[in-house]
């Protein structure tokens, strides 16, 4: 079993999908996470441990590889697709309660902002590490997160924006979001923000990176 976890595991940490996928080339034509997550499931592996012990490891390699520059987007893309592959096969264990997800975390990029290649690296890194993620996509305005919150009490919001003529929409968001659903986890990020700016438009936490916002969100559930 402990070999089945470290296999999907490394599949995820290096972007290896499924036995047809070309990359990388020092695994060519062996089976992926699509394969090895059915392999598991098939020999009695349960779900959760699958989840925990091999998705959320190789995931978390990753962001910390893309904190140190060390590995970048296009490779970051290949993991998160290859862990969205193997989660396929966990979904029907989500929904009839067999696994439970860590919490739940919506994420949009700010009214104006279309930008969404931050916005969607931080939304799969979260969810390969064992959250729910609802993705409200780009241009979302106050409105849409306070109903998204409504319809699941206790989710953390995430706002990012790549713009400096968007960020300062934060600032009002983050009112409208606090002041409609009191007590309100909101995190900020993307390329013009900083700590203090987060200090300062009353969000709770600001992470540089994606792998910040998941040690973040793993402690406030811890």
């Known amino acids: 079993m402990e070999n089945l976890l470290s296999q999907i595991a490394y599949c995820v940490e290096f972007g290896k999908i499924n036995k047809l996928s070309p990359y990388p080339p020092d695994m060519k034509g062996m089976d992926g996470a699509d394969e090895l997550t059915r392999q598991a499931l098939d020999a009695g592996v349960h779900p959760n441990e699958i989840l925990t012990g ?3 490891k190789g995931m978390e390699k990753v962001g910390i590889k893309f904190r140190e520059n ?3 987007v296009p490779q970051v893309l290949m993991s998160a697709k290859a862990m969205s592959t193997a ?3 966990l979904k029907p264990f989500f929904v009839s309660g067999d696994v439970k997800r860590k919490g739940i975390f919506i994420i949009g990029t700010v ?3 279309l930008h969404d290649i931050g916005k969607n690296l931080v939304a799969m890194m979260v969810e390969g590490n064992g959250f ?3 993705d409200l996509g780009t241009d ?3 409105e849409k997160f306070i109903q998204a919150l409504q319809e699941h009490p206790g989710s953390v919001v995430g706002l990012s924006a790549l713009l400096t003529t968007t960020m300062v929409n934060m600032e009002k968001m983050v009112k409208d979001i606090k002041g409609a ?3 309100t986890t909101v995190m900020i990020g993307g390329a013009p923000v900083n700590n203090d700016f987060c200090l300062k438009i009353g969000a709770d936490f600001y992470s540089p990176d994606p792998q910040g916002a ?3 969100l793993s402690r406030k559930v811890a």
């Open 54 to 56: 091999a998705l959320v």
């Open 70 to 72: 060390k590995v970048f």
């Open 87 to 89: 989660m396929m096969h």
């Open 111 to 113: 009214a104006g902002d």
């Open 132 to 134: 729910e993620v609802i």
């Open 140 to 142: 979302v305005k106050s």
């Open 181 to 183: 659903v009191p007590g």
């Open 214 to 216: 998941v040690e973040y």
